[in-house]
């Protein structure tokens, strides 16, 4: 058996402690969020910067393997068929 001098029931020092609960839900809650948006944020400038970089070497190999030249004897079309020849054999 517990004797208490103060007026406070029961009832108040749950009252009490589920407001405290809640408060502090709140507030660990936003810092969760916040944190997970600053990861999210940093996630996907570096998925952009990969992107970007892909895109640049896979266009540096394709002006390597081509050139800015024609030789001689050569015409474009047959220079486009080359990379569409390379293209379809990666498919069949």
């Known amino acids: 058996m517990v004797f208490s001098?103060?007026?406070a029931t029961p009832d108040d020092?749950?009252?009490l402690?589920?407001?405290i609960l809640a408060i502090n839900t709140v507030f660990i809650c936003r810092l969760q969020g916040r944190r997970a948006g600053q990861y999210r944020r940093l996630r996907r400038q570096q998925?952009?910067?990969t992107r970007t970089q892909e895109i640049a070497s896979s266009q540096e190999a394709a002006n390597d393997r081509?050139?800015?030249?024609v030789n001689e004897g050569e015409?474009?079309?047959?220079?486009?068929?080359?990379?569409?020849?390379e293209t379809m054999?990666?498919?069949c």
């Open 17 to 19: 402690a589920d407001d």
């Open 47 to 49: 998925q952009q910067e």
């Open 13 to 15: 020092s749950r009252e």
């Open 75 to 85: 015409s474009i079309p047959e220079r486009e068929t080359e990379t569409i020849d």
């Open 5 to 7: 001098t103060d007026d």
């Open 89 to 91: 054999d990666g498919l």
């Open 66 to 69: 081509h050139g800015d030249t």
